[in-house]
């Protein structure tokens, strides 16, 4: 069930005459291209949002002027930072300077080739989906402490040192959770994981299966986006901005993007990993049956893969919601407390969850 669109477009440009090699070559770059448009966009919509909701926690009016609601601030951002002039430092390495917010940003983009937007709505099916996402997430890390190394300022060294500190501390807790879904949906691949919650529809999703994980995932997540109230890096009353203290232009809106596409990748795989993803809250089976149609018909399919697509957007943003209203709700911690979190509690309750999830499938392996 489900439309291939590779298939449709190599198959038209191959009626044109071109070669199948030729096709497939002309197919690659859209993909991409896409990606890029769709997380622009949706970063661009949460910084949008998160200035609404702000201003609504806080009881002001919030942006108004640039055009209607202030739909149009993100847009002015951009704007804004694409003209900034592009300074290195004089003592700055500039190779490293430059390659800091690249590697920053790089995984966090390609992570988003394996998350399912739809039933075949994603780049690659990978078989390995949840650990190339572990994986590649390992990289940024060395990203952040070369930002803060190669700006020769020691308030960015010493943000630096705190954004690989907490992304190391809160990678293994988020890996764990994940491993835990794998084990239940016996499968790495995040179609599978999806497919696995759609059965009996609000009841078989994997949240009510995994509650410690799905609390551990949130926390690792939003520690990992370097989100309030674990946002040490750019702590601005100790470090000024931390490892961006000397970035401008568009090097520091490649960590602005890279942050918010971190925050909403997070979102995204919660939704996948724990909501159902594109499922509904009750089987498109049992709609199917009551509306006396068939789910086969064109028609259908495409209504049903739209619908699909705005449930997966719609869970993902309530985590969103949840992380905007805890950065007005909850203080900033202390670097101790943010380790201490990491590597005495998450991972310890992390490691017991992921024994306690082995014996249950081994006890219940109907249910698990």
């Not at 661009?44 to 002001?60: N, P, Y």
């Not at 568009?250 to 942050?259: H, I, N, R, V, W």
């Amino acid at each position: 069930m489900g439309i291939d669109l590779r298939a449709s477009f190599v198959a038209g440009l191959e009626g044109f005459g071109l070669r199948p090699d030729v096709a497939s070559a002309l197919w690659l770059p859209l993909p991409m291209l896409l990606l890029v448009i769709a997380v622009t966009v949706g970063v661009m919509v949460m910084t949008w949002l998160e200035r609404k909701i702000s201003a609504a926690a806080q009881q002001r009016i919030g942006p108004t002027l640039a055009g209607p609601q202030g739909l149009l601030l993100p847009l002015a951002d951009g704007l804004k930072l694409l003209t900034k002039e592009d300074v290195i430092p004089a003592d700055a390495d500039p190779w490293l300077f430059t390659l800091g917010p690249i590697l920053v940003f790089l995984p966090v983009f390609f992570s988003y080739m394996v998350v399912p937007f739809g039933q075949n709505l994603l780049i690659s099916n990978l078989a390995i989906g949840a650990f190339f996402l572990i994986a590649i997430s390992s990289i940024q890390p060395i990203g952040l402490l070369m930002s803060g190394y190669s700006s020769n300022n020691k308030y960015a060294l010493l943000g630096g040192l705190r954004a690989a500190a907490q992304s190391i501390s809160y990678e293994l807790p988020l890996a764990l959770s994940v491993l835990a879904i794998a084990m239940m949906s016996n499968g790495l691949d995040t179609v599978s994981i999806v497919e696995r919650q759609s059965e009996y529809g609000l009841l078989s999703w994997n949240v009510w299966r995994q509650p410690i994980g799905f609390v551990i995932f949130l926390l690792s997540a939003l520690a990992e986006a370097e989100r309030l109230p674990f946002d040490l890096p750019e702590a601005e009353e100790e470090l000024v901005a931390g490892y961006q203290t000397e970035y401008g232009g568009m090097k520091f809106a490649l960590f602005y993007l890279g942050s918010y596409a971190n925050l909403m990748l997070g979102a995204l795989l919660a939704a996948v990993l724990y909501l159902g993803g594109w499922s509904f809250f009750v089987p498109v089976e049992a709609i199917a049956s009551w509306l006396n149609i068939g789910l086969n018909e064109p028609a259908v399919q495409v209504i049903t893969a739209v619908l699909g697509i705005v449930m997966t957007i719609v869970k993902a943003f309530i985590f969103i919601f949840l992380a905007i209203i805890i950065r007005w709700t909850l203080p900033r911690v202390r670097i101790d407390q943010l380790l201490d979190l990491g590597w005495k509690f998450l991972l310890p309750i992390a490691l017991v969850n992921l024994l306690l999830t082995a014996a249950l499938k081994l006890a219940f392996p109907a249910f698990f």
